[in-house]
């Protein structure tokens, strides 16, 4: 069209069609939703000329309510030719694949990846993804979570194209983050377990939790294996405990590693779990249980009982799951072999060493060399 009266122009923003024009001394421009292709020019020509003809025949819609499309009579919009998914539900087929052999838990941190999956990049397809938008991608997940977290999220993202056998150059070649060291552990003092067991047994409403809290202090389990014990995995006098399923998001499952173990409990828990134990009890039954009867779960136990008895006896917070390290810390401050301990909290040796090396017969020193 010339630069008469009406004129429309057919633009092109950013690969989507786009109409602009002038009448009276006014701007307007309209976005047609359309991609930019060559079906897809026909039906924006078709759009251009009704207005072009309702400027000059004086019809012209201000509101431009009449040029929106109610039912699409003209041309169908070609739609792009692709068999690619988007990038979002790539990883939602290795997701669902992966149900069927992951816990709920960890399942929702895949899920959440694919959440943020379709926050970034909406509706593009793999065959879009670059690495420009992969490395943007990355920056946009640390500005969500920590290095280590970032990290264990674009390794997900590889395993996804590797298992769909596409290239997985692309996250492989991001720039690496630096990781901070993992914080050391921070167990509780003699004195502060001494107030946390005192605090449970006198408190008026979480008393009946002291058994399991002494138990954890006392053992060094994890709480899904203390929450998963039942009596068929306790010897008749209380004396040996085997460790061989966890209780977690309401389900049993293997212990960590699929590795079950067996280890002697102090005199002490002996005669805790004696004292707790019922008459004839199943062997599928907990050993631990609420109050009402139900199996322990851990965030309620943790957001309630625990929070307000670490309250109550003034011990800096520190979740359920320190008592693993506090036992862990003291037997080797007491002079046990590394390598038994070990072998009764189900550690491996190599994190052992290097989680508790400050506490394996004493912290090096360095001496007067000079």
């Given at each position: 069209m010339g630069r008469q009266k009406g004129t429309v122009a057919i633009e092109s923003d950013k690969g989507w069609l786009r109409l602009r024009w002038r009448v009276a001394g006014k701007r307007y421009a309209y976005a047609l939703g359309l991609p930019d292709n060559k079906t897809n020019r026909k039906i924006a020509e078709a759009r251009a000329n009704q207005i072009y003809l309702d400027v000059l025949s004086g019809n012209?819609?201000?509101?431009?309510?009449?040029?929106?499309?109610?039912?699409?009579t003209e041309l169908e919009p070609e739609k792009p030719?692709?068999?690619s998914p988007t990038i979002a539900d790539l990883f939602d087929r290795f997701v669902a694949h992966k149900a069927k052999e992951i816990d709920p838990r960890t399942l929702r941190r895949y899920h959440t990846i694919?959440?943020?999956l379709k926050e970034f990049f909406r509706d593009r397809i793999v065959t879009e993804l670059n690495a420009s938008s992969a490395e943007e991608f990355q920056q946009f997940l640390i500005a969500d979570g920590n290095a280590e977290t970032v990290r264990r999220k674009i390794q997900l993202l590889k395993a996804c194209w590797q298992w769909h056998e596409l290239d997985a150059a692309i996250w492989e070649s991001l720039p690496k983050l630096r990781t901070p060291p993992q914080e050391a552990p921070k167990p509780f003092t003699k004195e502060e377990v001494a107030l946390i067991l005192g605090g449970f047994k006198r408190d008026r409403y979480y008393s009946h939790y002291y058994p399991y809290v002494k138990f954890l202090l006392g053992t060094g389990v994890r709480i899904g294996e203390a929450q998963g014990l039942t009596w068929g995995r306790i010897s008749d006098d209380c004396t040996v405990v085997e460790v061989f399923e966890t209780w977690t998001d309401r389900q049993r499952k293997p212990p960590k590693n699929n590795k079950s173990r067996q280890f002697r409990v102090s005199q002490e828990t002996a005669e805790l779990l004696r004292s707790i134990r019922p008459?004839?009890?199943?062997?599928?039954?907990?050993?631990?249980?609420?109050?009402?009867?139900?199996?322990?779960?851990?965030h309620n136990f943790r957001g309630r009982a625990?929070?307000?008895?670490?309250?109550?006896?003034?011990?800096?917070?520190?979740?359920?799951?320190?008592?693993?390290?506090?036992?862990?810390?003291h037997c080797l401050m007491s002079g046990m072999n590394p390598l038994l301990v070990a072998q009764l909290t189900g550690h491996d040796v190599a994190v052992l060493f290097?989680?508790?090396?400050?506490?394996?017969?004493?912290?090096?020193?360095i001496p007067d060399l000079f």
């Amino acid at each position: 069209m010339g630069r008469q009266k009406g004129t429309v122009a057919i633009e092109s923003d950013k690969g989507w069609l786009r109409l602009r024009w002038r009448v009276a001394g006014k701007r307007y421009a309209y976005a047609l939703g359309l991609p930019d292709n060559k079906t897809n020019r026909k039906i924006a020509e078709a759009r251009a000329n009704q207005i072009y003809l309702d400027v000059l025949s004086g019809n012209f819609d201000g509101t431009l309510v009449k040029y929106k499309p109610t039912g699409q009579t003209e041309l169908e919009p070609e739609k792009p030719k692709t068999d690619s998914p988007t990038i979002a539900d790539l990883f939602d087929r290795f997701v669902a694949h992966k149900a069927k052999e992951i816990d709920p838990r960890t399942l929702r941190r895949y899920h959440t990846i694919t959440r943020q999956l379709k926050e970034f990049f909406r509706d593009r397809i793999v065959t879009e993804l670059n690495a420009s938008s992969a490395e943007e991608f990355q920056q946009f997940l640390i500005a969500d979570g920590n290095a280590e977290t970032v990290r264990r999220k674009i390794q997900l993202l590889k395993a996804c194209w590797q298992w769909h056998e596409l290239d997985a150059a692309i996250w492989e070649s991001l720039p690496k983050l630096r990781t901070p060291p993992q914080e050391a552990p921070k167990p509780f003092t003699k004195e502060e377990v001494a107030l946390i067991l005192g605090g449970f047994k006198r408190d008026r409403y979480y008393s009946h939790y002291y058994p399991y809290v002494k138990f954890l202090l006392g053992t060094g389990v994890r709480i899904g294996e203390a929450q998963g014990l039942t009596w068929g995995r306790i010897s008749d006098d209380c004396t040996v405990v085997e460790v061989f399923e966890t209780w977690t998001d309401r389900q049993r499952k293997p212990p960590k590693n699929n590795k079950s173990r067996q280890f002697r409990v102090s005199q002490e828990t002996a005669e805790l779990l004696r004292s707790i134990r019922p008459n004839d009890p199943s062997p599928d039954s907990f050993v631990f249980l609420t109050l009402e009867g139900h199996p322990i779960n851990e965030h309620n136990f943790r957001g309630r009982a625990w929070k307000e008895i670490l309250d109550k006896v003034d011990v800096p917070y520190r979740k359920p799951y320190n008592c693993r390290a506090t036992f862990t810390s003291h037997c080797l401050m007491s002079g046990m072999n590394p390598l038994l301990v070990a072998q009764l909290t189900g550690h491996d040796v190599a994190v052992l060493f290097e989680h508790y090396a400050a506490y394996i017969g004493s912290s090096p020193e360095i001496p007067d060399l000079f």
